[in-house]
């Protein structure tokens, strides 16, 4: 049963009145009320309460990446709460699910992974990142390596710490003072992290800051395998793995922000596996528990564990839902069905697919350009005119105003401001999508396009 009118009408008013919502414009949503209350979900589709069915392009916030509506997520979950909702896991106390959990990350990722710290989300991994890179410096009797270096067009959250390594400068407005230390180097120039000076995109690349801040003063490089909220970037050839020489040459350690690509999305099980990077440090979320529950972590290299075991003093750190004993068991069975249902071969498939209808957006749009994908992260740009590099200007919102024709059309996609400026529309459905719905979300964007255009 549908609900009336006039009840949808009072749910829209509460939320505007007593509802502050996360990375929403405050006066807007205040005058204007929510744009979608949803309601339900099913695969890769999700109802809003008036009973309208859209795609989730998105998975809604990169994360939902078993789809809507999955039984044996709920199930492990009910299961788990009707048996141990909670328990702590400070001072020694540990829980069954958060056990298993961490021995099948160890198991999953490649190299030495082998043992997690647990977070509720991606912005307190990477804080812990950041803290667990200083605090192994310090017990290396190193305490001058402190600072660390992200990249342009990076987004790590909203945290304090993690919102500085973003570099999305809106974030940054918010909320004042920012952490110290934190650079933001040039990102994706594989030539001058190999060291060659003379490449005129050399001054502010990772190599430069670690050489000029000096390496006895650099506790980490922090990046994403592929760059998700600053605009769906990938890395050109080469560029992971000089990363990680770059690391070790200059005793830094690589922290990989998976948060959006681990768990299958760039059709590998983490996004530094596409290039055989290990970093030292990586963070997960999102996917981990496909949004069923609030989960994050950190995978510690066992050369960073085995220092810290060492450490003979309380480690004054973790929340109180680490190692939440209901999100772990979500976790394990959200990864029990990726291995069960072959997810990432799904990905790989469907990878193809949806390239080449970006492909035959591009061709046949003249404003649509850069489209890309690995996996299912994907993702194009639009230029008022692509052969001569003209941009639309920012503001005049192209990518909102596509995604905003998509919309319409009941098909959910994420138009990006990329930090440089540009306009991006991103795609990143669930991970179970089929062959036919790549279509059809493909023929939505056609007609959007043609609308906008
Ligand atoms: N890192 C990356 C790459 C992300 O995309 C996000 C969220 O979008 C985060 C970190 C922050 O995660 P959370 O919102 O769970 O704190």
């Not at 997810?343 to 957006?361: F, R, S």
């Amino acid at each position: 049963v549908q609900p009336t009118e006039s009840k949808l009408k009072s749910l829209a008013e509460m939320d505007s009145k007593h509802y502050l919502h996360p990375t929403t414009i405050p006066k807007k949503h205040a005058d204007q009320g929510p744009k979608v209350i949803f309601s339900e979900g099913s695969g890769i589709h999700v109802k809003d309460v008036s009973g309208k069915r859209y795609i989730d392009g998105v998975s809604m916030l990169w994360n939902v990446n078993l789809g809507h509506g999955n039984k044996e997520l709920a199930e492990a979950a009910q299961s788990q709460m009707s048996k141990l909702a909670f328990s702590s896991s400070f001072a020694g106390y540990s829980n069954e699910p958060a056990v298993h959990l961490a021995e099948k990350l160890s198991s999953l990722a490649s190299g030495s992974l082998n043992s997690v710290f647990y977070t509720s989300g991606g912005s307190e991994a990477n804080d812990t990142a950041y803290k667990l890179a200083r605090f192994y410096w310090q017990l290396q009797d190193q305490p001058r390596k402190q600072k660390i270096i992200a990249l342009k067009q990076a987004y790590h959250g909203v945290t304090i710490a993690a919102g500085t390594a973003t570099h999305l400068t809106g974030f940054h407005k918010f909320g004042g003072t920012q952490f110290e230390d934190v650079f933001h180097a040039t990102p994706h120039v594989t030539e001058c992290e190999q060291g060659d000076k003379s490449h005129p995109s050399y001054k502010g690349c990772i190599r430069d800051i670690i050489e000029s801040e000096g390496a006895d003063t650099v506790a980490a490089v922090i990046l994403e395998p592929v760059q998700g909220s600053g605009g769906v970037h990938l890395p050109p050839d080469g560029y992971m793995e000089s990363v990680r020489d770059l690391c070790d040459e200059h005793n830094v350690l690589m922290i990989a922000d998976e948060v959006i690509t681990g768990f299958g999305r760039t059709g590998k099980m983490f996004g530094v596996d596409n290039w055989n990077v290990v970093p030292d440090l990586m963070c997960v979320a999102k996917g981990i528990s496909s949004g069923y529950t609030q989960l994050g972590g950190v995978l510690l290299h066992d050369r960073i564990r085995n220092t810290i075991v060492q450490h003979d003093q309380m480690m004054a750190h973790g929340f109180t839902y680490s190692g939440h004993p209901a999100s772990c068991a979500v976790a394990l069975k959200n990864i029990e069905i990726i291995e069960r249902d072959h997810i990432v071969d799904n990905v790989k498939a469907m990878e193809t697919e949806m390239n080449k209808g970006l492909q035959y957006l591009e061709e046949k749009h003249h404003t649509v350009t850069k489209t890309r994908n690995i996996g299912l992260m994907g993702g194009f740009e639009l230029y008022e005119d692509p052969a001569t590099n003209k941009e639309f200007p920012f503001d005049l919102k192209a990518g909102l105003e596509v995604g905003e024709e998509c919309f319409k059309r009941q098909l959910i996609l994420r138009a990006l401001g990329s930090a440089d400026g540009k306009n991006v529309v991103a795609i990143a459905p669930p991970l179970i999508i089929q062959k036919q719905e790549v279509q059809d979300m493909i023929n939505i964007m056609d007609e959007a396009i043609t609308a906008f255009e």
